[in-house]
């Protein structure tokens, strides 16, 4: 019995009392608590009805998908072609222009969810919360730019060219604008759902855009230039219908995504 008491005796146990005091006091390790959380990336549309509204909009196509499928057949002619017959992107029917409304709207969501994707490459941060508030306010953005862009087509048209040849011009806008909204659903749906990917879907939407105005501003110049003194007229609209209002509407998308 002495025995067991002097090998457990406290004095004699081979025990740091002191380094033990102060491992009690020391912060705690990572070994016994885990890695500091940190606050996970989220997508465009991560918990939001953005991906669900792009897939009620291509649902609604489903269902116009004769209409729909004859909008696209006629997208080459519309913007390769200068005639005066009428084709699929004249307002012939109810079931026609309600097809192309429809392609409009899913045009405005795509795009609205393409500029938000931007916003951090020009420093701009936007909580979570306002993701969606964001791309819907960046959708009715695009809407206006299309109205006005529609409006001074027509304008200059009236002023500058025939009738028939104004008419030309903008089927050739609005075959330019279904096309330009096929190409932005997959990219649209990649920087709802994925962060992994966002670059190449910015990337591809940016690559899109310039391929369908390329084509609409070459259709314009098959119909408008006959002599050198309307390639310079031509210049100038470039710079006033073409470049201009698109770097107006860039900076008020920033303006506008800063403050909300």
Same mark, same amino acid.
């Given at each position: 019995?002495?025995?067991?008491?002097?090998?457990?005796?406290?004095?004699?146990?081979?025990?740091?009392?002191?380094?033990?005091?102060?491992?009690?006091?020391?912060?705690?390790?990572?070994?016994?608590?885990?890695?500091?959380?940190?606050?996970?990336?989220?997508?465009?549309?991560?918990?939001?009805?953005?991906?669900?509204?792009?897939?009620?909009? $291509?649902?609604?196509?489903?269902?116009?998908?004769?209409?729909?499928?004859?909008?696209?057949?006629?997208?080459?002619?519309?913007?390769?072609?200068?005639?005066?017959?009428?084709?699929?992107?004249?307002?012939?029917?109810?079931?026609?222009?309600?097809?192309?409304?429809?392609?409009?709207?899913?045009?405005?969501?795509?795009?609205?969810?393409?500029?938000?994707?931007?916003?951090?490459?020009?420093?701009?941060?936007?909580?979570?919360?306002?993701?969606?508030?964001?791309?819907?306010?960046?959708?009715?953005?695009?809407?206006?730019?299309? $109205?006005?862009?529609?409006?001074?087509?027509?304008?200059?048209?009236?002023?500058?060219?025939?009738?028939?040849?104004?008419?030309?011009? $903008?089927?050739?806008?609005?075959?330019?604008?279904?096309?330009?909204?096929?190409?932005?659903?997959?990219?649209?749906?990649?920087?709802?759902?994925?962060?992994?990917?966002?670059?190449?879907?910015?990337?591809?939407?940016?690559?899109?855009?310039?391929?369908?105005?390329?084509?609409?501003?070459?259709?314009?110049?098959?119909?408008?230039?006959?002599?050198?003194?309307?390639?310079?007229?031509?210049?100038?609209?470039?710079?006033?219908?073409?470049?201009?209002?698109? $770097?107006?509407?860039?900076?008020?998308?920033?303006?506008?995504?800063?403050?909300?």
């Amino acid at each position: 019995m002495p025995l067991i008491k002097q090998i457990y005796h406290e004095e004699d146990a081979p025990i740091d009392h002191a380094a033990l005091m102060q491992s009690a006091t020391a912060p705690a390790d990572t070994w016994h608590n885990g890695l500091k959380a940190e606050e996970r990336p989220v997508a465009t549309g991560a918990g939001s009805m953005l991906s669900t509204v792009i897939v009620i909009i $291509l649902a609604l196509l489903a269902l116009n998908f004769r209409h729909c499928r004859r909008l696209i057949k006629n997208i080459p002619a519309a913007l390769f072609r200068n005639r005066l017959s009428v084709n699929s992107f004249d307002n012939h029917t109810t079931s026609e222009n309600r097809t192309y409304l429809i392609l409009l709207l899913l045009l405005f969501i795509c795009e609205g969810v393409m500029i938000v994707a931007c916003a951090p490459a020009y420093g701009i941060e936007i909580a979570a919360v306002n993701l969606v508030k964001s791309a819907l306010t960046m959708s009715g953005l695009a809407a206006a730019f299309y $109205l006005f862009e529609l409006a001074a087509y027509a304008t200059v048209g009236y002023a500058f060219a025939t009738p028939s040849a104004t008419r030309e011009w $903008l089927r050739g806008f609005n075959a330019s604008q279904a096309f330009l909204a096929i190409l932005l659903i997959l990219p649209a749906l990649i920087a709802v759902v994925s962060l992994q990917w966002l670059s190449v879907a910015v990337t591809v939407a940016c690559i899109a855009y310039i391929l369908a105005r390329s084509l609409f501003i070459y259709k314009g110049f098959k119909i408008f230039y006959n002599n050198f003194p309307s390639l310079l007229y031509f210049i100038l609209y470039l710079c006033t219908l073409e470049i201009v209002p698109l $770097l107006i509407v860039a900076k008020i998308a920033k303006g506008v995504l800063r403050n909300l």
